[in-house]
């Protein structure tokens, strides 16, 4: 593996949205990867405690994994008394994110639009993979982080998936990428249950991001506090806006999007 440091930088992974490019829920036709890019010292000494905090607040124990479907669709632990309880727990997680430092790195395929003919991987999730690591090729370069190993954590989701996604990583990682260099990144994959304070956030993150692309027309609170966590094009003098093909790429790209 090319480099030997430790990188300042820890990423967690998370979809939303089946990757498959033949089949299309008309509810939901698209498809979400995220990566929430975390400066480690933060993450540790920070967003950790506040998540785990709510946690002990809220159900008096930290043994909760925080998944998006299941508190949209008030399942489990997540059956709230009432509305108001729901809405309050669902503010305070919001505020977590809203306060926490990462940078967001997201791609959205948009299925309605993909000319299947045209690409040669069917597979959604490996174009939007594709997508975000060229923009964290160019986050760490702004950051000064490209030479050091950096460690990206992915949640499983199947034997015959995991397999694909890591043969497409490393395809990826060996110089098949847009500088055609080797790329000292390191794929962790994680058990659906391990509480991982980074998963559960990029879990929570993914879904706003499609909303907000199918109903733009909506207000959408949790993806107005997302924008200011998209890696820009123009530094922090222009966080919320010039992210549209820097942190946030769209797929097939929207014609006002601006090329790289």
């Given at each position: 593996?090319?480099?030997?440091?430790?990188?300042?930088?820890?990423?967690?992974?998370?979809?939303?949205?089946?990757?498959?490019?033949?089949?299309?829920?008309?509810?939901?036709?698209?498809?979400?990867?995220?990566?929430c890019v975390f400066y480690q010292k933060n993450y540790i000494e920070n967003v950790v405690s506040n998540v785990e905090k709510l946690k002990f607040e809220k159900f008096g124990h930290d043994i909760i994994v925080l998944h998006e479907r299941e508190i949209?669709?008030?399942?489990?632990?997540?059956?709230?008394?009432?509305?108001?309880?729901?809405?309050?727990?669902?503010?305070?997680?919001?505020?977590?994110?809203?306060?926490?430092?990462?940078?967001?790195?997201?791609?959205?395929?948009?299925?309605?639009?993909?000319?299947?003919?045209?690409?040669?991987?069917?597979?959604?999730?490996?174009?939007?993979?594709?997508?975000?690591?060229?923009?964290?090729?160019?986050?760490?370069?702004?950051?000064?982080?490209?030479?050091?190993?950096?460690?990206?954590?992915?949640?499983?989701?199947?034997?015959?998936?995991?397999?694909?996604?890591?043969?497409?990583?490393?395809?990826?990682?060996?110089?098949?990428?847009?500088?055609?260099?080797?790329?000292?990144?390191?794929?962790?994959?994680?058990?659906?249950?391990?509480?991982?304070?980074?998963?559960?956030?990029?879990?929570?993150?993914?879904?706003?991001?499609?909303?907000?692309?199918?109903?733009?027309?909506?207000?959408?609170?949790?993806?107005?506090?997302?924008?200011?966590?998209?890696?820009?094009?123009?530094?922090?003098?222009?966080?919320?806006?010039?992210?549209?093909?820097?942190?946030?790429?769209?797929?097939?790209?929207?014609?006002?999007?601006?090329?790289?």
């Amino acid at each position: 593996m090319a480099g030997n440091l430790t990188n300042k930088f820890i990423v967690y992974v998370d979809e939303s949205g089946d990757h498959s490019l033949d089949q299309i829920d008309k509810e939901y036709p698209i498809f979400v990867l995220a990566l929430c890019v975390f400066y480690q010292k933060n993450y540790i000494e920070n967003v950790v405690s506040n998540v785990e905090k709510l946690k002990f607040e809220k159900f008096g124990h930290d043994i909760i994994v925080l998944h998006e479907r299941e508190i949209r669709r008030d399942l489990g632990v997540f059956k709230f008394k009432d509305k108001d309880d729901k809405n309050r727990f669902i503010s305070s997680l919001t505020n977590i994110i809203e306060d926490s430092n990462f940078i967001l790195i997201a791609s959205v395929i948009d299925k309605r639009a993909v000319d299947i003919n045209a690409i040669d991987d069917r597979n959604a999730y490996h174009i939007a993979l594709n997508d975000c690591i060229e923009s964290l090729i160019d986050l760490l370069d702004e950051k000064e982080q490209q030479k050091t190993n950096l460690h990206i954590v992915f949640e499983r989701r199947g034997a015959k998936e995991d397999k694909e996604l890591e043969l497409e990583f490393r395809r990826i990682c060996s110089g098949r990428n847009k500088r055609n260099i080797k790329l000292p990144y390191e794929i962790i994959f994680a058990d659906k249950k391990v509480n991982s304070t980074g998963l559960q956030l990029a879990d929570l993150v993914a879904r706003p991001i499609g909303i907000n692309h199918l109903r733009p027309e909506k207000n959408n609170r949790a993806f107005n506090v997302l924008k200011k966590k998209f890696f820009c094009n123009g530094g922090r003098q222009n966080v919320g806006k010039n992210f549209i093909g820097y942190g946030l790429n769209i797929f097939p790209p929207q014609k006002s999007e601006k090329p790289r």
